[in-house]
């Protein structure tokens, strides 16, 4: 089965740019990446997806390169609000197109 | 407009018992899903149903879990003889379309925390 391996957590300062990056084994060819958020006590929210290249929307911009065996979610200036966790997911290659989420990267703005 | 909204938002019952959760979705949405988070954990996909197509049951953990989707629309996840494992926020969404090559947003209801004691 896929697999996606993210960071458990990370750091980072109102107004700075945080890219979390996720590593994605075994996913189907042609299908999307995507990546969601989620607050304490709520379901997760969609964030963002691509396929390869680079998408940007005005949340995020998402970077997918040719091999697709990884991708990074960038948040521009993240403020306080940002502090959540942030999961990629990517469908399973093969007959099982099993949508597969990642564990998460908690992420924590500071002031 | 209404968003997905899950019913009860808390659950507390005693090992042993059944419980149902209920799952109202988008109105329009075709698409329902059903995933369990334990804490501090990631979501585990149980089930998928899609129009009147069979759902995909393929992530349920034990024959305990059930589901239903009356008339394309309200969605009740059953657990029969509760254990203290099943204890977990179960989350339902939905989506407009079936996934494709691309992944259509899902839209996700507030959960609802079962505690199993």
């Known amino acids: 089965l896929a697999k996606t391996t993210q960071p458990i957590s990370m750091d980072s300062y109102e107004g700075q740019e945080v890219n979390i990056t996720c590593s994605h084994n075994?996913?189907?060819?042609?299908?999307?990446i995507t990546w969601y958020q989620q607050f304490p006590s709520q379901g997760p929210r969609f964030i963002i997806q691509g396929y390869k290249t680079k998408v940007t929307n005005e949340v995020a911009s998402l970077f997918i390169p040719a091999d697709r065996k990884s991708s990074t979610l960038s948040l521009p200036r993240v403020s306080l609000s940002d502090t959540a966790v942030y999961y990629c997911?990517?469908?399973?290659?093969?007959?099982?197109?099993?949508?597969?989420w990642g564990l998460g990267t908690s992420l924590a703005v500071n002031p | 407009g209404a968003g997905v909204s899950q019913s009860p938002s808390n659950k507390v019952t005693e090992k042993g018992k059944d419980v149902e959760l209920r799952c109202d979705p988008i109105s329009g949405h075709t698409a329902l899903y059903w995933y369990r988070q334990s804490l501090g954990q990631g979501l585990e996909f149980l089930i998928y149903f899609q129009g009147n197509s069979a759902p995909d049951k393929s992530g349920l953990p034990s024959d305990r879990f059930s589901a239903e989707r009356t008339g394309g629309s309200v969605s009740t996840l059953t657990i029969q003889r509760t254990q203290q494992e099943d204890s977990a926020v179960y989350l339902c969404?939905?989506?407009?379309?079936?996934?494709?090559?691309?992944?259509?947003?899902?839209?996700f209801g507030p959960g609802t925390r079962l505690t199993v004691t």
């Open positions: 075994n996913i189907a060819t042609n299908d999307y």
């Open positions: 997911l990517a469908r399973n290659a093969g007959n099982n197109r099993k949508l597969i």
């Open positions: 969404a939905s989506s407009l379309k079936p996934p494709g090559l691309a992944e259509y947003e899902q839209y």
